[in-house]
């Protein structure tokens, strides 16, 4: 498999879920700094202009929720998603929020162009990213994050994907030692093995 992705982005967390399943695979970083992402090289790889994707002998896989889920039924001796259909539901419901409202709210502060047009929009989307954030976090640290990993006992794809989102704070403004809880949890996380690798192969 190859997975193009670019430095701190959502595209760590299947790096994550790949180091922590023993998947062989192969990288190909995309420059923001030169837009790449926007040029026809890699529509042809991603028509959508994000990361990640994952090039499969299937064909190309988009959308980070469905990277992740593809990765854990490839290896399902690592159990990445809880055998338990409830627990299985929750994971996918923090991976949705996490994509459907969290990563959007992050998005507002540098992407406002998807939104609007003008400088003084793109600033008022920006002037609300610490707020919503901090709403965010305030709702993982009191309901969502049961302790070590998010859904208990078992590290599953929601970690890989939460993680990720975490690295993200204090570009939104948010100092994570504000909410004990999920800073003792991306300390524990930085200590597997499979974090250090994304670390090292250069996805934060
Ligand atoms: N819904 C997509 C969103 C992917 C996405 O927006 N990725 C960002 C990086 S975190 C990106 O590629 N941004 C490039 C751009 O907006 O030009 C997913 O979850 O994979």
Request: proline share 5%.
């Amino acid at each position: 498999m190859t997975l193009y992705y670019a430095p701190r982005t959502v595209s760590a967390a299947v790096a994550i879920a790949l180091n922590e399943v023993g998947a062989p695979y192969e990288t190909v970083k995309i420059d923001f700094a030169s837009s790449d992402q926007t040029k026809p090289g890699y529509h042809k790889v991603n028509p959508k202009g994000r990361v990640p994707a994952l090039i499969t002998d299937r064909g190309v896989l988009t959308e980070t929720s469905a990277l992740l889920d593809y990765v854990a039924a490839l290896y399902p001796k690592a159990r990445l998603v809880p055998d338990d259909p409830f627990q299985a539901a929750q994971m996918r419901s923090v991976m949705t929020y996490l994509a459907s409202t969290w990563h959007i709210n992050h998005a507002m502060g540098g992407r406002g162009a998807r939104w609007a047009y003008q400088q003084s929009s793109f600033d008022d989307l920006k002037s609300k990213v610490t707020e919503n954030i901090t709403a965010n976090c305030r709702y993982f640290e009191d309901e969502v994050v049961q302790g070590p990993f998010v859904l208990g006992n078992q590290f599953t794809l929601a970690d890989a994907y939460f993680y990720t989102v975490t690295t993200w704070l204090p570009s939104d403004g948010v100092d994570i030692a504000d909410f004990p809880h999920l800073h003792a949890y991306q300390q524990r996380m930085q200590a597997r093995a499979s974090v250090q690798k994304a670390q090292s192969d250069g996805f934060f």
